[in-house]
């Protein structure tokens, strides 16, 4: 992906800065230039959006459902869920579009603030306006920074649930194969009210002993629970990207403010 992306800036330079000299040594500049830590934060950002979106998304149908069949009679005591899951899909798709844009100001910042750049096109100067935008886009960045991390520490509370119920269900098929009697394990319990996924007044509201090992062994839980811990990774992932751009954005900002104070720049 990498390869590919260097290879178009690489010919876009080629048709914009064509020199008496070749493209050969355009496309050596050209490369050059490249912020290479903001590219592959770009890519982190996408990767991880596209997780955390695409498998978020799917997995909060599949909870929907998971929920409506085993845990939840009433239709009322599942109303405030799936109103917030529909929500919650409406909010995926505004973070997969406003990721995909950031990131590409993001990425068009460090192609104009990195010294490769300055050092490759030696007539570029940075203003106060620059500095400025630069200075911006660190505080916004920052700010996100903050956010995402409660998003990925949220994004842990179904993994954290769906993994407790899988080893709950271990548990009872253990006790089963070592116990004839159904008495042994028809007392563990999974509780969606105690995570907040069901009212305390809804019924049954939990699962117990061998329903709750059937319902372990269903495609729906094993496809929800792998839905979860990929959208927990995208989030981390997208983490990890916001912290990388934070790195060269600051330096460069910090490089440019020295710069300017010392009337080079």
């Not at 909010?91 to 050092?119: D, M, P």
């Not at 979860?228 to 403010?257: H, Q």
Request: aromatic share 16%.
């Amino acid at each position: 992906m990498c390869c590919v992306v260097i290879c178009a800036v690489c010919a876009a330079c080629v048709l914009i800065y064509y020199a008496p000299s070749g493209c050969y040594d355009c496309c050596i500049r050209c490369i050059g230039a490249v912020p290479y830590p903001s590219l592959v934060a770009t890519l982190l950002c996408y990767a991880g959006m596209a997780l955390f979106c695409g498998c978020g998304h799917e997995a909060l149908a599949q909870t929907e459902e998971l929920v409506e069949t085993y845990f939840a009679r009433d239709p009322k005591d599942f109303e405030v869920m799936a109103s917030f899951i529909k929500y919650f899909q409406f909010v995926i798709y505004g973070l997969a579009s406003f990721f995909f844009l950031y990131g590409i100001l993001l990425l068009a910042e460090g192609f104009y603030t990195t010294s490769a750049v300055k050092q490759t096109f030696g007539e570029f100067r940075s203003t106060q306006c620059g500095r400025c935008l630069s200075l911006t886009f660190i505080i916004v960045t920052y700010i996100l920074a903050f956010i995402w991390l409660a998003v990925f520490a949220f994004s842990a509370i179904p993994v954290f649930f769906l993994f407790n119920m899988e080893h709950t269900c271990h548990n009872i098929n253990i006790l089963a194969e070592t116990t004839p009697s159904i008495n042994q394990h028809s007392w563990i319990c999974m509780d969606a009210r105690q995570y907040g996924l069901l009212p305390w007044d809804a019924m049954p509201g939990k699962s117990c002993g061998m329903t709750l090992a059937a319902i372990c062994k269903t495609s729906e839980f094993h496809t929800t629970y792998d839905l979860y811990i990929a959208t927990f990774a995208g989030a981390g992932v997208t983490l990890l990207a916001l912290i990388l751009y934070l790195v060269p954005t600051t330096y460069n900002y910090a490089v440019l403010r020295f710069l300017g104070r010392k009337g080079i720049r």
